[in-house]
């Protein structure tokens, strides 16, 4: 009966069966040669099971596996196909969580200060450190020195943004004395942060003795954050929030861009909200906002910041925006309407400035910062 037969026999007509099956599915593969060393093996095998010996089934279920060995003949550059098919399963598999549950975004600039930063320059007296440390430090902190020193006594003539290959922005500074200066930094940045301020209040005429910096400093780069787009299709947005959204349709940032981009705001006002800012508070529905991150932003006031806050405003110095433009101007969202602020309330264009988000123009909210290895890392508030 079957199951009085000894467990080695089952196991050696298994490894027959196997044996048999991949014969014949690589018969057409390998020599005749090694198809009749293979059979005859088999044949060995299917006596010695009859024999029901325990030691021959053994002895022969190795030589059998051996001669196998010779089926399977190793393919030319298996090594780099099997590399390349994981990297191609790995692509899939990121586009994968990049569509449905996680994409990556960079902070391009200082709207949601100082929750998160946008491209930060620093300028300082010091030359740049050694390599090492500059290594270091960019991958860390996103850092990246600039240390540009003239090369003789010469003057600014002209200064320009230009990209390369379509990603790269770099500044190129030309001197009286025919001197070029190439610097991996968007020019505002440059101007603004890295150049001696005389620069800008002699209108670009500062002349500079041979050794004497130019540009000097460093630039972190913006927060890089993960975004959940996976959590909207189950839930509706919440306020106080910081969530992404596209651009596409809404009229007044569409005028200034040809394509659609990736904003990154505060939700302060979500389907048929009514709000208004009365500086440095924003009121909700009537009320004060009183949810921890709309009070952190209201907790400082632009002649006394608290902590990088300045408290929510009627607009930047210096402008008139169309909504919330002062403490009376109320705004009252329609049911398929998000209203974005910026923490950086003085110096962030939002809806003040552009107008609602439409609902289908929400992708997802930001939850955690994955680089750089500063302040902000972790989960943001």
Known sequence: MFFLTPTYVKQGRQFLKDARKMLDYKRDLVTPEIAEEVEREIGQLDAAIRTADEKKIEDQVHLLDEKCGKLARPQKDAGIRENVEVFLVAIVVALGVRTYFLQPFTIPTGSMQPTLNGIIGHRTNEPSPNPLVQAAHMALFGRTYVDVVAKADETITDISEEKRFGFFTYTRIKTSSENEY??????????????????????????????????????????????????????????GEVFVFTTKGIAEIMSHSETSQFYIKRMAGTPLDTLRIDPP???????????????????????????????????????????LNSPESTVTLESDQYFALGDNSYYSSDSRNWGTVPEENVMGHAVFVYWPFGPHWGLIR
């Not at 002349?207 to 839930?235: L, M, Q």
């Not at 508070?281 to 990088?308: E, M």
């Open 182 to 239: 190439l610097i991996h930094v968007q020019m505002k940045t440059v101007v603004d942060d890295l150049m001696d301020p005389a620069y800008a209040k002699r209108q670009g005429k500062r002349t500079y003795k041979a050794g004497e910096p130019i540009a000097r400093g460093y630039v972190d780069t913006g927060d890089h954050v993960f975004v959940d787009k996976c959590s909207y299709n189950f839930c509706k947005p919440v306020r």
């Open 281 to 323: 508070n924003l009121y909700i529905n009537g009320s004060k906002a009183v949810s921890p991150p709309f009070l952190r932003v209201a907790s400082g006031t632009l002649a006394n910041p608290k902590d990088g806050y300045r408290g929510y405003s009627n607009g930047p110095v210096g402008w008139h925006w169309p909504y």
